[in-house]
């Protein structure tokens, strides 16, 4: 068991508290765009934040859930709080603290948080704490009713625990919180670091008492000599192990290792993230950054779907493991997936977002392969026909109230500290940092039009000497690339965790960096995909589009919720205008790095960086008869040679990202 003395392994990078980071430049931007969208206008009009049994009396049987799990609420919370900072916008803060208010004010006497009277479980507390200790962060006001309440709710989990595992091995479907334990120790983990006390012991043993009754571990999920690498059907296949398949669980687990090892600074543990890595992206990898898992995965076939949840998870998960180990490709796969995998799956002003999006992706209408038992299914579980449909809640809710974590998650990640005098930037973009160091202030301004430049100028006052540290992604040609402190010439030689150190002096300074990317032709199992820097590069297709009222995800083929009331809420149903049967000659490729950026900056024919090719149309089947089967092998010709574009996968809400591979020659 665990000691009074005992301590949490240092950060790598230690993250810092919300309010301390801004975004800056294009990324302000677009996070004001993402704010006016959906997630800034869930509270006005949808049931399931509104009118949520958190914000009703325990017992009065009022309210609004779509499951037992009474997670959207806390979701919605989890990612409303740090938007609601990071733009400094009274009225999604005005939101944030009317529930806040009311959630601290109906907690049980004994403790408990939500609306739950017998069935607990502990999942659905999960975001809500995490939500919670954002606010206590950025707000002073809110820390002591923060920790108040947290102290007392983790003193009810300790004995709960101890009384048989109720809350975890009983209850509601208990595998989503066996299997997302460690975002739940995130928050315990947090009092341990910022709010010491004499609960401490308690908290170490609650930790423990978590991990140890846990029937469903992820380092023996991934050491297993069965990991499923090719699955046709995972619910008949592995019945008693789906929920390991499910991607959103495996987005969430893959930082299980990492915070596990800041409770025992085990070696083994960065051998289990390793391993997780490996396994699941090797097998299950999207060419986004996300996972394809609909929802559980299968194999590597462009038709499958990813969830919008899993790409912000995925991308948390691997941002959280770079802060806490320093391994350089975890932050590439955040980036990674946050420029690519996030902004594919959302109209142009994030009004409407795809439960699944699809590598390959010629169209977003009804899309129903749904056939006889024992006959094949285009999704595991998404059979309604509008799972890739843009829309308010195009399948299950927990999508739309997860999303507006997605911006917001990353760019609270993107700058940690190292020591007492260091400052690092992880995860790049344009951003801003005013912070302390040694008592001192230190303001850092990072100009760029990163991800579609590799230049980045950085304006520092400070008034103390501190150290810069840059993060140099591993897509980096360094012979080509440049840094610069005052136009004059640095070498670049990034440590093993990708950072760069520049020695900072009081005063104001210019920072100047030129990452060089090259193109890259990545191989997957059935065709390539195609890079540059962290972006993914897809075929432009030309579409039409036709709206609707926006759908009850149990009702997708009915007449719509008229009572929403919101003019730009709207179904989107998008076809190909242009083809999508398009086989290209990556030795033809061209880059251009001309850009026009303007927000939103993800928007459809945006003026961004984009590829020349040469291709030509070909016979490609279809899959089940209605998407894209794999890229053929050896793709029979229909067409004469065309140059065709490529642009940034995160513009392309329709796609084509794992080409058949011709020569033209």
């Given amino acids: 068991m665990s000691e009074t003395k005992q301590q949490l392994t240092p950060w790598h990078t230690a993250p810092l508290p919300l309010g301390q980071i801004k975004p800056h430049g294009w990324l302000a931007k677009e996070l004001r765009v993402f704010a006016d969208g959906l997630a800034g206008n869930l509270y006005d009009f949808w049931p399931y934040v509104n009118d949520s049994k958190w914000l009703h009396p325990r017992g009065s049987g009022k309210g609004t859930d779509y499951s037992a799990l009474n997670e959207p609420l806390p979701y919605w919370f989890n990612g409303l709080v740090p938007l609601a900072y990071l733009l400094d916008d009274d009225r999604l803060k005005s939101q944030v603290h009317a529930v806040a208010e009311t959630v601290l004010a109906y907690q049980a006497e004994d403790g408990w948080l939500g609306p739950e009277l017998e069935d607990r479980n502990f999942w659905g507390r999960t975001p809500l704490t995490l939500g919670l200790i954002q606010l206590a962060e950025a707000d002073p006001y809110w820390c002591k009713p923060v920790v108040d309440a947290l102290r007392r709710y983790y003193r009810l989990m300790n004995a709960m625990l101890k009384d048989g595992g109720k809350g975890f091995l009983d209850g509601s479907q208990p595998q ?53 690498r090719s699955l046709d059907d995972p ?67 462009p038709w499958m779907g990813s969830e919008l949840c899993m790409h912000i998870e995925t991308a948390y998960s691997m941002s959280y493991a770079y802060h806490t180990l320093g391994i350089n490709d975890y932050a590439d796969r955040a980036e990674l997936a946050t420029y690519n995998a996030l902004p594919a799956a959302f109209t142009d002003e994030y009004f409407a977002h795809q439960y699944m999006t699809q590598p390959n992706q010629p169209w977003a ?71 302390k160091i040694l008592s001192k202030t230190v303001k850092v301004v990072c100009d760029t039009s990163y991800p579609f430049s590799g230049k980045l100028r950085y304006q520092i006052t400070a008034d103390t000497d501190f150290d810069l540290f840059i993060r140099i992604p591993g897509w980096t040609v360094l012979n080509k690339s440049t840094l610069s402190i005052k136009d004059t010439a640095l070498g670049l030689a990034p440590d093993a965790s990708g950072l760069q150190k520049i020695s900072i002096p009081r005063g104001s300074t210019v920072v100047q960096l030129q990452l060089v990317a090259e193109i890259r032709v990545v191989e997957r199992t059935h065709g390539v995909s195609i890079y540059y820097g962290p972006l993914l590069y897809a075929l432009e297709i030309k579409t039409s589009l036709e709206t609707t009222l926006p759908h009850r995800y149990d009702d997708p083929q009915g007449p719509g919720q008229s ?71 050896d793709p029979k010709r229909i067409g004469r040679v065309k140059e065709y574009r490529l642009i940034p996968y995160g513009s392309a809400k329709l796609h084509m990202s794992e080409f058949p591979r011709i020569s033209v020659e």
């Fill in 365 to 435: 209408k009804v899309n129903k392969a749904d056939y006889e038992d024992g006959k094949k299914k285009l999704f595991t579980t998404a059979h309604s026909g509008v799972a890739t449909v843009f829309g308010l809640e195009p399948q299950y809710p927990c999508c739309t109230s997860n999303l507006p974590q997605g911006w917001p998650k990353f760019i609270t990640s993107t700058w940690g500290k190292i020591g007492e005098k260091g400052l690092a930037h992880v995860l790049l973009g344009p951003t801003e940092i005013l912070t």
């Fill in 235 to 301: 619910e008949k296949e592995l019945p008693h192990d789906v929920m390991s398949l499910h991607g959103v669980n495996v987005g969430q687990g893959l930082k299980a290792p990492a915070v596990s090892y800041r409770n025992r600074a085990n070696p083994s543990r960065i051998a289990d993230i390793a391993q997780a890595v490996t396994l699941a992206f090797g097998y299950h990898g999207a060419p986004s950054g996300t996972m394809l898992a609909d929802e559980f995965q299968r194999n590597l076939a």
């Fill in 563 to 633: 009572q929403i009331g919101h003019p730009r809420i709207k179904d989107h149903f998008l076809t190909n205008a242009t083809p999508w049967n398009i086989a290209i000659d990556p030795k033809t490729i061209e880059f251009h790095d001309t850009y026009d950026l303007q927000s939103p900056v993800f928007e459809q024919g945006s003026k961004t960086t984009y590829m020349n090719v040469k291709g030509c149309e070909i016979e490609w089947p279809l899959y089940l008869d209605c998407t894209p089967d794999v890229p053929p092998k």
């Fill in 176 to 228: 989503w919180g066996q299997l997302r334990v460690y975002d739940t120790i995130l928050g315990i983990q947090w009092l341990l670091e910022h709010q010491p006390s004499g609960d401490d012991d308690m908290l170490w043993e609650t930790m423990w008492l978590l991990e140890h009754l846990n029937p469903l571990k992820w380092e023996d999920w991934y050491k297993a000599k069965g990991y499923p």
